[in-house]
């Protein structure tokens, strides 16, 4: 079936984006609205649209024009009955979409696809109020809709394959990214992303950290475009609520129920940027410029806590402690590397050798300077060499009880001021502080990996961490050139306390074919700015990794959300663990 003519019901914001879009294809377009200043509303949308991308020179006058004739508006639904495909662009009332559908059922020609962009509302319950509804389905365009390139095709349990077919060949020639997916509420990205949201909306509502650090947590250590709760401001708390309250509603799990906190904010009608005001407070409406909100700004870090600092112990001699190590010797501290033998610890240092040969080669770094670097280095493979360090910095694998071993043995050896930290990403700082007799001196240091290409670092205390060796932490990782952010101790911390949790998610959103892992990682990557789909990023940690890492948060939270998906134990076990064994949820050569 060739679509020649499509209909719009109501030319709000998505509707005259949605009109401009199948325009721009070549598609003729008639939209309805309820009254005629509504319809010369939406025109004028859609002319000032268009006149921007003539101004940034995106579009040509005569081609503008010629757009304007393909769309025509009217207040009456009859005015559809030509259309080979009519899409539903109005407010989420159920009730209010059920009694569209039913009309254009009765208007419209037989052949002719009825669509409906609902975020979160049933495919279903829509198509039932027809006497087609096979010839019914979700076509979900984002906002706005001129420039997101995907649409989420959504598809019931009795639409025909030949309609979702024919909307995926029409959404291809917009220049549009079509995904398919199965008829639930949030449909792939929304129900992916919401839980997220609403997860750092309950860390930020628990004091575990604060907005700005759960933000640029996510930003930096995630690659995401936005935190959670500055897109919250940007999606506006009202419309969160709405599709928050549908999915609890679909799923009755606490995990889509909204935070109190984000009930109140909209009950004080603190909408997010729209009106000003939301978690963060705005230059003024609709503004992207934040103000203080009362909030007081963080100090600067005190440098003199660590004026007397030269050395630097790294125990572990893996990526990450060569990282470490590098970062801490750029920064003028003298490195001793501690692996389990000599030659590990000779090895790690060549590595980081290695590691500044590559960036005088790339013209990032002086012979000389990578020199004085290196010859900052030391190994050895024995823990007294650590007792006059100033910071000890352990870095091995992922083992609560090797660590709390280690910990204790670095306590005996190291001087009584000096500061012990863990790089865990996972498991409770506070045990490895409770094995030394120094626990007000332990700390979480979380680097990312790569060291030398993150600039996060997450600064964990615990419930006994003094309130001087977190400012001497802060101000190491600001001496070594990181951004750090502070929280409390738990599991995950704040990166992988968000992240796996939705990872997971999208696991259990494949075995249950929902959608391909293709399609979900094309959803998060077009729809929310990801820089990678939840599958290709596991590919990159390792199916192993992430699995261990939601074992531990299911350990700690309790949460039944949180429990491993199924399928991701089965693919561990099969040995299909990601981009390092050549397979994982993507196959590589």
């Known amino acids: 079936m060739d679509i020649r003519k499509v209909g719009i019901v109501g030319c709000g914001t998505m509707g005259s984006g949605i009109a401009e879009v199948i325009a721009r294809s070549g598609v003729g377009v008639a939209f309805v609205e309820v009254g005629p200043q509504q319809v010369e509303t939406g025109f004028d949308r859609i002319r000032r649209s268009l006149q921007r991308a003539v101004d940034r020179g995106k ?59 609902t975020s979160s509302l049933p495919i279903i319950d829509l198509a039932v109020t027809t006497d087609r509804a096979d010839r019914v389905l979700g076509f979900h365009f984002f906002n706005p809709a001129p420039v997101m390139k995907l649409i989420e095709l959504i598809r019931t349990v009795v639409t025909d394959p030949e309609v979702v077919a024919t909307c995926q060949a029409f959404g291809q020639a917009m220049g549009k990214t079509p995904v398919v997916a199965q008829d639930r509420a949030g449909f792939i990205a929304n129900l992916l ?77 603190y909408l997010g940027r729209k009106v000003g005001r939301g978690f963060y407070t705005y230059a003024e409406p609709g503004s992207h410029k934040t103000l203080a909100n009362g909030a007081t700004e963080r100090d600067p870090a005190d440098e003199r806590s660590i004026a007397g600092w030269s050395t630097v112990g790294v125990v572990g001699t ?26 590990k610890a000779q090895h790690a240092v060549a590595a980081v050798d290695a590691s500044l040969a590559k960036a005088v080669e790339k013209g990032k770094l002086e012979t000389a300077a990578r020199d004085e670097i290196a010859a900052r280095l030391s190994a050895t493979a024995d823990l007294a060499e650590l007792g006059d360090c100033d910071l000890v910095i ?28 863990t790089t865990t990403s996972s498991l409770p700082v506070i045990d490895c502080a409770m094995a030394t007799a120094r626990p007000e001196r332990v700390v979480g240091i979380h680097f990312f990996n790569p060291v030398r290409a993150m600039r996060l670092v997450e600064l964990v205390s615990t419930p006994r961490t003094a309130d001087d060796a977190m400012v001497e932490a802060r101000a190491f990782t600001e ?83 949180f429990t491993p998906a199924a399928l991701l134990g089965y693919m561990v076990s099969a040995g299909y663990l990601g981009r390092k064994a050549g397979r994982g949820f993507y196959v590589y050569g």
């Open 59 to 117: 579009l040509e006058a005569a081609e503008r024009e010629a757009l304007l004739e393909r769309i025509s508006g009217s207040t009456e639904l009859d005015t559809l009955g030509d259309c080979d495909l009519i899409v539903e662009a109005v407010p989420e009332s159920l009730e209010v979409k059920q009694g569209i559908f039913r009309k254009l059922d009765a208007l419209a020609k037989p052949e002719a696809i009825l669509a409906t962009n």
């Open 193 to 269: 992303l919401f839980p997220y949201l609403n997860q750092a909306v309950a860390m930020y509502e628990a004091g575990v950290a604060s907005r700005e650090d759960i933000d640029a947590a996510m930003q930096l250590g995630a690659g995401h475009p936005m935190g959670p709760l500055a897109l919250m401001d940007l999606i506006g708390l009202d419309s969160g609520t709405a599709i928050m309250e549908q999915m609890f509603a679909h799923f009755a799990d606490t995990r889509y129920a909204p935070r109190p906190v984000v009930r109140h904010l909209v009950t004080a009608d």
């Open 394 to 421: 352990e870095a091995v694998a992922e083992d609560l009880a090797v660590k709390r071993d280690l910990f204790a043995q670095i306590d005996a050896v190291a001087k009584p001021e000096a500061l012990l930290a």
């Open 479 to 561: 001496k070594i050139d990181k951004h750090a952010v502070l929280c409390r101790d738990q599991a995950g911390f704040i990166v992988n306390a968000l992240l796996f949790p939705y990872l997971n998610d999208a696991v259990k959103m494949l075995e249950e074919g929902y959608a391909t892992a293709h399609d979900i990682d094309t959803a998060m990557k077009l729809g929310c700015g990801h820089p990678m789909g939840p599958f290709e990023l596991m590919d990159v940690v390792g199916l192993d990794v992430t699995l261990q890492i939601c074992k531990a948060l299911h350990a700690e939270f309790r949460e039944p959300g």
């Open 318 to 343: 893996g990526t990450m402690a060569t990282g470490i190590a590098e970062a801490c010797a750029k920064a003028g501290f003298t490195v001793v590397v501690r692996g389990r033998s000599a030659e």
